[in-house]
């Protein structure tokens, strides 16, 4: 069973910063793709960003590109996301999640194992 621990959110300003981390437990960290996920109350859970098992690849949702970004560090078994220049609709639970295959996945159903999530705050 693998586990995912989110941690690093918070309540901060319009156009701060935040990172967030994922630490994920098993040998097996290497050969997944992760993601990150969020969700604003009253909404559905969206898709943030996603690498692949070795970090050679990347992508995001066209509302964060340019101020998000997503990095793994296998030797620590985590994975990243960086957000710069905050906007309060960035507000909402983000979750970490894990998928069995080699390449990222930008869709819900591709992730086998999820985080319990960390709320962002940001206030304008």
């Known amino acids: 069973q693998v586990q995912l621990v989110e941690s690093g959110g918070g309540l901060v300003q319009a156009g701060g910063s935040l990172r967030l981390s994922c630490v994920t437990s098993g040998r097996t960290f290497s050969s997944y793709a992760m993601g990150w996920f969020r969700q604003a109350p009253g909404a559905e859970r969206e898709f943030v960003a996603t690498i692949s098992w070795n970090g050679g690849s990347t992508n995001y949702a066209d509302s964060v590109k340019g101020r998000f970004t997503i990095s793994r560090d296998n030797a620590k078994n985590t994975v990243y996301l960086q957000m710069n220049s905050l906007k309060p609709e960035d507000t909402a639970v983000y979750y970490c999640?894990?998928?069995?295959?080699?390449?990222?996945?930008?869709?819900?159903?591709?992730?086998?194992?999820w985080g319990q999530g960390t709320q962002v705050t940001v206030s304008s």
């Open positions: 999640a894990a998928a069995k295959y080699l390449s990222g996945r930008t869709y819900r159903t591709g992730y086998d194992y």
